[in-house]
């Protein structure tokens, strides 16, 4: 009785370990490992087993952490004392996954929920990579003569779905250097659609794009609300060419 007292104070209670396949991820990859589990000194009922997608974003000039997927990998089951128990799984993280920063980083964060206890957690860093198509639009600036400044996810309670966006800050070089002052790029990805807002900004002034295209079917791109009968990528860089020329 005394070792189930001083479980749920979280003295010799289970404990738990997630091991990931892997450690780096583009946004909408598969992620692959398996939670190991130690009993303590006594039987415990674990409840349900999570395992938190966790980002960070700036919230009034503070950065906060915030829960962007939350996975349920087992439920309700007893482990006995000293026993090990191995969970495996298999999640996806969401397209609209951030990329990782040193200053904006992204953990999986694993938790038991064990009722009147202490509930045991495990954190493991992943680094995350723009999806693909997020990195070709991401070059086809560069490749424009445009060097990234800067990266910094944003509170945003318009932002759908999450409530947030991630910026990419460019800042021009070479011809251009003097006649725009910045553009920030934020890309919003779905199954379906991707959505690339260009914001410039010159001499205090700011100046929108849309762009927005169906993945599938690349022939032809939406300009703010507009359908035009190219690439995206063609058109992106166009579109550069003229606001810079």
């Known amino acids: 009785m005394i070792f189930k007292s001083l479980a749920s104070l979280g003295i010799g209670a289970a404990q738990v370990d997630t091991r990931l396949n892997q450690q780096t991820f583009y946004a909408g990859d598969s992620v692959q490992g398996v939670v190991f589990i130690q009993g303590g000194q006594a039987e415990q009922q674990i409840d349900d087993i999570y395992l938190y997608l966790v980002i960070h974003y700036l919230r009034n000039n503070k950065k906060t952490s915030f829960i962007l997927q939350e996975y349920q990998l087992s439920k309700s089951f007893v482990i006995q004392a000293n026993e090990t128990k191995e969970i495996p799984f298999q999640i996806h993280l969401p397209l609209v996954t951030p990329m990782s920063t040193g200053s904006y980083p992204i953990y999986l964060k694993t938790g038991l929920d064990i009722k009147m206890a202490i ?127």
């Open 119 to 245: 509930d045991p957690s495990d954190e493991d860093l992943i680094e995350v990579l723009p999806h693909p198509t997020v990195q070709n639009c991401l070059k086809q600036i560069e490749d424009s003569e445009f060097i990234l400044y800067q990266i910094y996810n944003q509170y945003d309670p318009g932002a759908k779905p999450f409530g947030f966006q991630q910026v990419f800050q460019f800042r021009p070089i070479g011809r251009y250097h003097g006649y725009i002052d910045e553009l920030n790029v934020v890309f919003n990805l779905s199954d379906s659609e991707v959505l690339m807002n260009l914001e410039m900004i010159r001499a205090n002034q700011s100046f929108y794009t849309t762009l927005s295209w169906n993945p599938h079917e690349l022939g032809h791109v939406y300009v703010n609300g507009q359908q035009t009968l190219t690439n995206p990528t063609n058109k992106l860089k166009e579109i550069l060419s003229r606001k810079l020329v």
